[in-house]
């Protein structure tokens, strides 16, 4: 990585002055234009503040001890299930899929890029990779498993077709399940289509502010972008399976009460 000597140098004040600058923009615009979501674009800012003040501090912390690495990834681990479960909403019986799906995502992942050497082995360098993969592993978890839900309930009549035909649950909601990984990663294939045409990603912007070379950031940002698709693509894949036996079980709305 390029000296970091260059690293732009922050006034937090002047950093707070402009955010609020910024929101007042945001609030004039919002009620010149009659859109009522003032307070929740408000809220989700105090609340993306509050947030981001804590996990500096506790990233903070894990820089200077970095045998709290291991407990730092265990906790977003739990936290991206707990939030995946939540929007995937079949239900608590589903939390160890969900989880393992992420976990799978996340491993596949980090595990290769640490070992090739590709980034530094240093907290610095390896948390906040990590911290992107578990985010996009739940992403891809919590989409693949709210789109499954959605079409197996939709579609309940042909799922019932394909057991009365003899087929397990897991087989007869098996398309719905092919389906609903491609869907979940839509996004992510579109955010690397265009990286660098239509947006310059946050991994590279920030780089480019902390003082690396453009090539450098390229690298990385690269690096990035096909290791979210790569965990989506493993949690989407593991999610669709384990839900499978059971969505093709039960109604949806039934595995959700459970």
Known sequence: MGDTAGMTSLDPWRVVAAIAVL??????????AGVRIRRDALVATARAGAQLAVVALVIAWVFRHPEGIVVYVVVMLVAATATATRRVACGRATVPVIGTAIAAGAVVTVVPVWLSGALETTPEALVPFAAQI???AMIGSSLTGA?????VRSGWDQVEAWLSLGATPAQAVAPYGRTAIGAALAPPVDQTRSAGLVTLPGAFVGLLLGGATPAEAAFVQVLVLVGLLVAECVAGVVTARGLGPVLGAHRPEDAATG
């Open 23 to 32: 929101l007042v923009i945001l609030v004039v615009v919002l009620t010149v």
């Open 134 to 136: 578990v985010g996009g």
């Open 147 to 151: 789109r499954l839900r959605d079409d």
